[in-house]
């Protein structure tokens, strides 16, 4: 069974760029899923992070994007 979040968040670290000698810059995006926060700290679930670059950062917006399109067009249907 999966666990399911009800909260994420998403932020950028200036701090955190990464230089590599042969030039080539990296900044990374932290995402972190989290419980609900009305939940009972003994039922509540770890927080989840992860780190994603620039480029995926776009992917799973677009795929957010076109599901909450999918979402809208169910929910006027009915």
Do not use: K
Request: overall charge negative; proline content about 6%; aromatic content about 8%.
């Amino acid at each position: 069974m999966s666990e399911r979040y009800s909260e994420v968040h998403a932020a950028v670290n200036p701090d955190d760029l990464q230089e590599y000698p042969n030039g080539i810059r990296v900044q990374e995006i932290e995402v972190v899923f989290n419980d609900d926060p009305e939940r009972p700290r003994w039922r509540a679930l770890t927080p989840v992070a992860c780190a994603i670059n620039a480029a995926r950062a776009r992917e799973l917006a677009f795929e957010l994007l076109m599901l909450a399109e999918v979402a809208e067009q169910w929910e006027q249907a009915r």
